[in-house]
């Protein structure tokens, strides 16, 4: 157990809306991470921060923001949700030891927007 | 680029037979390679990791993975499969930015 709590599990939404998929974690661990995982393509990262306030783009970061003001917290935004959002959605924090720097999931957050 | 291919979207395998599941890595520098096993409706739970040292890693519930650095590949595999080992697996590599990549995927269909 990786100590990753996402919120909400599961979220049905219309088009247009705004979302925000929250990610919490107990360990203080420096790096964090938001990926979205869908048929055919496996896990492609979104967004991913090495620390409070740093934040970088991943593979497919287009219509998502992403804000780290605590540690423990890693907020992923859909600014105007699309139907092409939707999608499981998994946090992640890496241990960030080195070489041995291993990454660790939470149980991800089904989002459906009609 | 980082990227990694697993070539197999399924594999099927019958109980007590030995297992492989393939996958290919490109990657700059030192390669830091990981295996992920995920049962339905959950997250990614970590099986094992290449960093350094022997080219055969052993992990959690009996897996073990080879590296092989003149084919870029990071094999998984099991001597004996379990009708419980059935699940998707994916194979990971990391950048020097602690970025990790993973594969699309291989689906492991273990039966009695």
């Known amino acids: 157990d990786a100590g990753i709590t996402q919120s909400p599990r599961h979220k049905v939404t219309e088009t247009g809306t705004p979302v925000t998929l929250r990610c919490h974690q107990t360990e203080n661990h420096r790096y964090m991470y938001w990926y979205r995982q869908d048929p055919g393509h496996g896990l492609r990262l979104i967004h991913y921060s090495y620390g409070v306030k740093d934040t970088d783009k991943g593979e497919v970061s287009d219509g998502y923001s992403v804000s780290r003001s605590k540690t423990e917290d890693f907020l992923l935004t859909l600014e105007s949700a699309t139907s092409s959002q939707t999608s499981v959605y998994f946090c992640?924090?890496?241990?960030?030891?080195?070489?041995?720097?291993?990454?660790?999931f939470g149980e991800g957050s089904w989002l459906t927007v009609v | 680029a980082q990227s990694v291919a697993q070539p197999e979207d399924q594999v099927n395998v019958a109980e007590g037979n030995p297992l492989t599941v393939k996958c290919t890595y490109s990657?700059?520098?030192?390669?830091?390679l990981f295996w992920y096993v995920q049962y339905p409706n959950r997250g990614l739970q970590f099986l094992l990791k290449y960093i350094t040292g022997d080219n055969l890693v052993k992990g959690s519930y009996g897996f073990e993975a080879e590296f092989n650095k003149s084919q870029t590949s990071f094999h998984l595999k099991k001597p004996s499969a379990l009708v419980s080992d059935s699940a998707l697996y994916f194979c990971a590599v990391r950048d020097s930015l602690d970025k990790f990549y993973f594969g699309s995927g291989t689906k492991l269909n273990v039966k009695p």
């Open positions: 990657v700059s520098g030192n390669p830091y």
């Open positions: 992640a924090i890496s241990t960030g030891q080195g070489a041995g720097n291993t990454i660790y």
